[in-house]
């Protein structure tokens, strides 16, 4: 299956409003000879509007670090899915590793969110991944496991396109540490089948997985060439404009 690639920047809690008007311009301008892969940055709330603003006319696309799973209501400090359609998000990540381990965000309610954005055509981009001491304990398929099963109970897809999927190892994110390209090869693998047990071939063929954990200009390209990853979700590395615009480059 030819499965078209996504870069991913994510932003987490960082630039002001003009950073962001500024870097998403940048970036913006990078990608415009890219036609055989996509990109996708994900600025904090605060700057969605602007950022809208910036990449209009581009091929960049815009996403969300998060989504509830409900149009509108009693639901302090969150947003709703329709919200960040009419900014003009596309994609909304949903459990990021952050979110599960200092904020606590159960499997359950990452199925929420998954199923809020499914629901209002949003993609999910539905994160998983293992912390050291589970990934020491040989705990690592057992965790994916899990968190996939839970995280993709009810959810029904017409097609693979609906849904990413992002394999992040908690123990290389924003560490420096990166899983070597058999580690990344093999979890991927390992999510791929696990997904033509959840979904018919043909949909788990389409469904992209990313690799998220410390991706740079350095190693993007080797892991770029494992037959599994589909893209790379980056942190850090996609805040500087000379940096993500290599990755994006991918070769």
Same mark, same amino acid.
């Given at each position: *299956?030819?499965?078209? &690639?996504?870069?991913?920047?994510?932003?987490?809690?960082?630039?002001?409003?003009?950073?962001?008007? %500024?870097?998403?311009?940048?970036?913006?301008?990078?990608?415009?000879?890219?036609? =055989?892969?996509?990109?996708?940055?994900?600025?904090?709330?605060?700057?969605?509007?602007? /950022?809208? !603003?910036?990449?209009?006319?581009?091929?960049? $696309?815009?996403?969300?670090?998060?989504?509830?799973? !409900?149009?509108?209501?009693?639901?302090?400090?969150?947003?709703? &899915?329709? *919200?960040?359609?009419?900014?003009?998000?596309? *994609?909304?990540?949903?459990?990021?590793?952050?979110?599960?381990?200092?904020?606590?965000?159960?499997?359950?309610?990452?199925?929420?969110?998954? @199923?809020?954005? $499914?629901?209002?055509?949003?993609?999910?981009?539905?994160?998983?991944?293992?912390?050291?001491?589970?990934?020491?304990?040989?705990?690592?398929?057992?965790?994916?496991?899990?968190?996939?099963?839970?995280?993709?109970?009810?959810?029904?897809? %017409?097609?693979?396109?609906?849904? #990413?999927?992002? +394999?992040?190892?908690?123990?290389?994110?924003?560490?420096?540490?990166?899983?070597?390209?058999?580690?990344?090869?093999?979890?991927?693998?390992?999510?791929?089948?696990? @997904?033509?047990? #959840? +979904?018919?071939?043909?949909?788990?063929?389409?469904?992209?997985? @990313? +690799?998220?954990?410390?991706?740079?200009?350095?190693? /993007? =390209?080797? @892991? *770029?060439?494992? &037959?599994?990853? =589909?893209?790379?979700?980056?942190?850090?590395?996609?805040?500087?404009?000379?940096?993500?615009?290599?990755?994006?480059?991918?070769?």
């Amino acid at each position: *299956m030819n499965r078209r &690639p996504l870069i991913a920047g994510n932003w987490k809690m960082h630039t002001s409003q003009a950073e962001a008007r %500024n870097l998403a311009k940048a970036i913006a301008a990078a990608s415009h000879d890219l036609n =055989d892969r996509d990109v996708m940055i994900a600025p904090p709330f605060t700057a969605l509007t602007v /950022v809208a !603003e910036a990449i209009k006319g581009s091929t960049v $696309l815009l996403g969300a670090q998060n989504v509830c799973w !409900e149009e509108k209501g009693a639901f302090t400090a969150e947003i709703s &899915p329709v *919200m960040l359609k009419e900014i003009g998000c596309t *994609m909304a990540i949903v459990g990021h590793s952050e979110r599960r381990h200092i904020f606590g965000e159960s499997n359950s309610i990452i199925n929420k969110r998954v @199923l809020g954005a $499914l629901h209002f055509s949003l993609t999910p981009v539905l994160c998983v991944g293992e912390t050291l001491t589970e990934r020491e304990a040989s705990a690592t398929f057992t965790v994916l496991e899990s968190q996939i099963r839970e995280g993709l109970a009810n959810v029904s897809l %017409n097609n693979g396109e609906e849904l #990413i999927i992002a +394999y992040e190892p908690v123990w290389a994110i924003g560490t420096g540490r990166t899983a070597t390209v058999d580690q990344a090869q093999e979890a991927h693998i390992f999510i791929r089948e696990l @997904l033509t047990l #959840i +979904y018919e071939k043909d949909i788990a063929s389409q469904i992209r997985i @990313l +690799y998220g954990g410390s991706v740079n200009s350095g190693n /993007v =390209d080797s @892991l *770029m060439l494992q &037959p599994d990853v =589909d893209g790379a979700l980056v942190g850090g590395a996609a805040l500087a404009v000379d940096s993500f615009n290599r990755i994006i480059h991918f070769e």
